[in-house]
C-alpha cells in the first residue's frame, strides 16, 4: 500500500469513528465465506457499519483523534474488524446471537457510553448496558410516579369522603 493511500484509509478511519458513538473491536478471521456475509447482512439489518481494517492504520487514525483510546491499543493483535454503531448495545447482542453457532466472531474490546471494554469476558456487561436516552427516560418515569400516586390518591379519596358525606346526611 502506497503512503498516499495509507493516509487517506487513516482519514476515511478516524471520520468514521468521529460519525458514530460507539464502535467494538472484533477478530472474524475465521469466519468462512457464508457466516461472513450472513454477517454483514445481519450488521446492515441493524444499521452496524462493519469494516475489517488494519491495526497500524486503526491506531493511527485513533491516534489523530482527541480522545485517548490507548487502552484498547493492546487489542490491536491478529485480524481486526470494527463494528461501528450509535447504540450501545446492538453488537454485542448481534455478537452474542452469532456466537450460539460458533465461536466467532469474538470480541477483542469496545468503546461504548465513552468508556472501555477490554476482552471477551466483557461482553455480558456490553449486552446490559443503557443508552443514554435510556437511562433518561427511567429517571423521568420515577420522578413522575411519586406525582401520579398523589394525583391517583387525591382523586379517589374525594369519590369517598364524597361517598361517606353523602351518607351521613341521609341518615
Known amino acids: 500500500m502506497r503512503k498516499e493511500d495509507k493516509t487517506v484509509s487513516i482519514e476515511q478511519i478516524a471520520a468514521t469513528v468521529k460519525e458514530y458513538s460507539h464502535f467494538y473491536l472484533t477478530n472474524t478471521a475465521s469466519m468462512n465465506a457464508a457466516k461472513t456475509s450472513e454477517l454483514r447482512r445481519e450488521c446492515f439489518k441493524q444499521d452496524i457499519k462493519l469494516l475489517v ?7 493511527k487514525a485513533l491516534d489523530s483523534l482527541d480522545t485517548d483510546f490507548s487502552p484498547l491499543y493492546g487489542s490491536l493483535k491478529g485480524s481486526t474488524s470494527i463494528m ?40 455480558e456487561a456490553l449486552i446490559t448496558i443503557k443508552s443514554k436516552n ?3 427516560g427511567e429517571v423521568i418515569g420515577l420522578l413522575q410516579s411519586p406525582a401520579k400516586n398523589v394525583i391517583s ?3 379517589s379519596g374525594g369519590t369517598t369522603i364524597h361517598g361517606i358525606l353523602k351518607t351521613l346526611s341521609e341518615k
Open 153 to 155: 390518591a387525591l382523586q
Open 53 to 59: 481494517v488494519k491495526n497500524t492504520l486503526l491506531k
Open 134 to 136: 435510556e437511562l433518561i
Open 84 to 123: 461501528f454503531t450509535n447504540v450501545a448495545n446492538a453488537p454485542a447482542k448481534l455478537i452474542k446471537e452469532f456466537k450460539k453457532g460458533a465461536e466467532v466472531p469474538a470480541l477483542k474490546a469496545a468503546y461504548a457510553e465513552e468508556s472501555f471494554y477490554v476482552g471477551a469476558d466483557q461482553l
